[in-house]
Nanobody
Framework: QVELVESGGGLVQAGGSLRLSCAAS????????MGWYRQAPGKQRELVAT???????QYADSVKGRLTISRDGAKNTLYLQMNSLKPEDTAVYYC??????????WGQGTQVTVSS
């Protein structure tokens, strides 16, 4: 079992920055992929960014150049640095971890609201 706890969301003006964190605990050795997803009101949950166990990253086209996914192995923590935020980025952001293609774990979500 893997537990994921997100933090760092909040209210920010357009053009501002936030840094989301996701602390992982439990059976984390087998995790091979982690990512951030988001869901805006009335819209489908979408992939924001992923990072593999080997450090390879992928980003949604809408966030390329503005959002950066990273990890701290010593702290078992995933990060999402969010810069140049837009109102369209407003959503609940969820941390996800996968152990192979079947096992998947989700955090509780953290709200990001971008004004203006």
């Amino acid at each position: 079992q893997v537990e994921l706890v997100e933090s760092g969301g909040g209210l920010v003006q357009a053009g501002g920055s936030l840094r989301l964190s996701c602390a992982a605990s439990g059976s984390i050795f087998g995790i091979n992929l982690m990512g951030w997803y988001r869901q805006a009101p009335g819209k489908q949950r979408e992939l924001v960014a992923t990072i593999t166990k080997g450090g390879s990253t992928q980003y949604a086209d809408s966030v390329k150049g503005r959002l950066t996914i990273s990890r701290d192995g010593a702290k078992n923590t995933l990060y999402l640095q969010m810069n140049s935020l837009k109102p369209e980025d407003t959503a609940v952001y969820y941390c996800n971890a996968r152990s192979g293609p079947i096992l998947s774990y989700w955090g509780q979500g953290t709200q990001v609201t971008v004004s203006s």
